[in-house]
Protein backbone atom coordinates (compact mmCIF):
# COMPACT_ATOMS: atom_id res chain seq x y z
CA UNK A 1 0.00 0.00 0.00
CA UNK A 2 1.41 3.68 -0.73
CA UNK A 3 -0.23 7.22 0.54
CA UNK A 4 -0.08 10.39 -1.78
CA UNK A 5 -0.34 13.16 -0.52
CA UNK A 6 0.53 16.14 -2.77
CA UNK A 7 1.31 19.66 -2.25
CA UNK A 8 2.79 22.83 -3.61
CA UNK A 9 0.06 23.84 -5.86
CA UNK A 10 -1.59 27.70 -5.38
CA UNK A 11 -2.62 30.73 -7.32
CA UNK A 12 0.15 31.86 -10.36
CA UNK A 13 -0.27 34.70 -12.81
CA UNK A 14 0.01 33.77 -16.54
CA UNK A 15 3.93 32.98 -16.81
CA UNK A 16 4.84 32.39 -13.11
CA UNK A 17 6.32 29.14 -12.22
CA UNK A 18 4.85 26.43 -9.22
CA UNK A 19 7.04 23.35 -8.21
CA UNK A 20 4.34 20.43 -6.70
CA UNK A 21 5.86 17.76 -4.51
CA UNK A 22 3.61 14.89 -3.73
CA UNK A 23 5.45 12.48 -0.66
CA UNK A 24 4.86 9.23 -0.44
CA UNK A 25 4.60 6.42 2.02
CA UNK A 26 5.85 3.10 1.98
CA UNK A 27 9.51 1.33 1.25
CA UNK A 28 8.75 0.21 -1.93
CA UNK A 29 8.23 3.91 -3.75
CA UNK A 30 11.59 3.54 -5.80
CA UNK A 31 10.06 0.93 -7.44
CA UNK A 32 7.35 2.41 -8.66
CA UNK A 33 6.68 4.27 -11.96
CA UNK A 34 5.08 8.02 -10.88
CA UNK A 35 3.28 10.15 -12.41
CA UNK A 36 1.10 13.34 -12.51
CA UNK A 37 -1.98 13.66 -14.10
CA UNK A 38 -4.40 16.97 -13.81
CA UNK A 39 -8.40 17.26 -14.39
CA UNK A 40 -10.04 21.01 -15.23
CA UNK A 41 -13.50 21.77 -14.55
CA UNK A 42 -15.81 19.47 -16.51
CA UNK A 43 -12.78 17.79 -18.45
CA UNK A 44 -11.78 13.87 -18.00
CA UNK A 45 -8.62 12.87 -16.10
CA UNK A 46 -5.25 13.70 -18.28
CA UNK A 47 -2.08 12.63 -18.43
CA UNK A 48 0.89 15.30 -17.56
CA UNK A 49 3.93 13.73 -17.56
CA UNK A 50 5.87 10.29 -16.37
CA UNK A 51 8.91 9.16 -14.63
CA UNK A 52 10.58 5.74 -14.62
CA UNK A 53 11.56 4.16 -11.14
CA UNK A 54 15.32 5.24 -11.68
CA UNK A 55 14.65 8.82 -13.05
CA UNK A 56 16.31 8.06 -16.06
CA UNK A 57 13.23 8.23 -18.00
CA UNK A 58 10.73 11.29 -18.09
CA UNK A 59 7.64 10.98 -20.57
CA UNK A 60 5.56 14.59 -21.45
CA UNK A 61 2.36 15.29 -22.96
CA UNK A 62 2.87 17.53 -25.75
CA UNK A 63 1.30 20.66 -24.41
CA UNK A 64 3.87 21.06 -21.51
CA UNK A 65 7.52 19.36 -23.10
CA UNK A 66 9.61 22.71 -22.62
CA UNK A 67 8.01 23.98 -19.55
CA UNK A 68 6.97 20.92 -17.02
CA UNK A 69 9.80 18.86 -15.90
CA UNK A 70 9.36 15.86 -13.85
CA UNK A 71 11.98 14.52 -11.48
CA UNK A 72 11.85 12.56 -8.05
CA UNK A 73 14.22 11.73 -5.16
CA UNK A 74 14.28 8.14 -3.87
CA UNK A 75 15.70 9.35 -0.43
CA UNK A 76 12.81 10.88 0.36
CA UNK A 77 9.89 9.39 -1.38
CA UNK A 78 9.19 12.42 -3.06
CA UNK A 79 8.49 13.04 -6.77
CA UNK A 80 8.39 17.44 -7.98
CA UNK A 81 6.55 18.52 -10.96
CA UNK A 82 8.49 21.91 -11.85
CA UNK A 83 5.97 23.97 -14.02
CA UNK A 84 7.43 26.94 -15.47
CA UNK A 85 5.91 29.68 -18.12
CA UNK A 86 2.23 28.60 -16.75
CA UNK A 87 -0.57 29.22 -19.12
CA UNK A 88 -4.50 29.72 -18.10
CA UNK A 89 -5.08 26.49 -19.96
CA UNK A 90 -2.78 24.76 -17.18
CA UNK A 91 -5.39 25.55 -14.44
CA UNK A 92 -7.04 21.92 -13.31
CA UNK A 93 -6.27 19.61 -10.05
CA UNK A 94 -3.25 17.94 -10.21
CA UNK A 95 -2.77 14.49 -9.12
CA UNK A 96 0.34 12.34 -8.31
CA UNK A 97 -0.21 8.71 -9.27
CA UNK A 98 2.20 5.72 -8.61
CA UNK A 99 2.15 2.58 -11.04
CA UNK A 100 4.07 -0.40 -9.77
CA UNK A 101 4.08 -2.06 -13.34
CA UNK A 102 7.85 -0.79 -13.89
CA UNK A 103 6.88 0.78 -17.40
CA UNK A 104 6.02 4.23 -17.95
CA UNK A 105 2.63 4.57 -19.02
CA UNK A 106 0.55 7.64 -19.61
CA UNK A 107 -2.73 5.57 -19.54
CA UNK A 108 -4.89 6.29 -15.94
CA UNK A 109 -5.64 2.68 -15.63
CA UNK A 110 -2.33 1.41 -15.41
CA UNK A 111 -1.59 3.47 -12.08
CA UNK A 112 -2.47 1.87 -8.86
CA UNK A 113 -2.63 4.50 -6.28
CA UNK A 114 -3.42 8.27 -6.34
CA UNK A 115 -3.42 11.30 -4.59
CA UNK A 116 -6.04 13.34 -3.17
CA UNK A 117 -5.11 16.57 -5.36
CA UNK A 118 -3.78 19.99 -5.24
CA UNK A 119 -5.45 22.87 -6.91
CA UNK A 120 -3.47 24.96 -9.41
CA UNK A 121 -4.72 28.37 -10.77
CA UNK A 122 -3.22 30.61 -13.27
CA UNK A 123 -4.83 33.64 -14.24
CA UNK A 124 -4.39 35.53 -17.31
Known amino acids: QVTLVESGGGLVQAGGSLRLSCAASGRTFSSYVMGWFRQAPGKEREFVAA????????YYRDSVKGRFTISRDNAKNTVYLQMNNLKPEDTAVYYC?????????????????WGQGTQVTVSS
Open 97 to 113: AADRAGWISARRDDYDY
Open 51 to 58: ISWSGGST
